[in-house]
């Protein structure tokens, strides 16, 4: 697991981006997603084959980073829950605002997994 932080407090260090890590670091910041994950590490394998690709499972791992780079960071999570809960916004500007946050925090979190 990585130990750098740029950003402030962690839950757990940045995990490698190996199945069994990802899944190690999701059991401890988000244990409820792990059926979710597996679930989509059957069908990212099941169309590597089909495809005989490994894309499907490359895209997957990075998924599965960002997601978990998302939960170990407070900073993000605070970021993330707020603009989802107000996705649904009646006000148009607001609900945009919230979907550019959450943009935001996907390509925060994305670049983060990627250094």
Do not use: C
């Not at 990802?22 to 989509?40: D, K, S, W």
């Not at 394998?45 to 490359?58: D, G, I, T, Y």
């Amino acid at each position: 697991m990585s130990t750098q932080s740029h950003h402030g407090h962690e839950l757990i260090p940045r995990p490698e981006h190996t199945p069994d890590a990802l899944r190690a670091a999701l059991a401890v910041v988000a244990p409820g997603r792990l059926e979710e994950m597996q679930a989509q590490k059957d069908e990212a394998f099941a169309r590597a084959v089909e495809w005989q690709s490994l894309s499907p499972v490359q895209s997957w791992v990075l998924a599965w980073a960002r997601n978990i780079e998302i939960a170990r960071r407070p900073d993000l999570t605070a970021r993330y829950t707020q603009a989802q809960s107000h996705l649904e916004d009646e006000d148009p500007a607001a609900a945009q605002e919230a979907l550019r946050e959450l943009s935001s925090v996907f390509d925060e979190a994305m670049k983060s997994v990627r250094e």
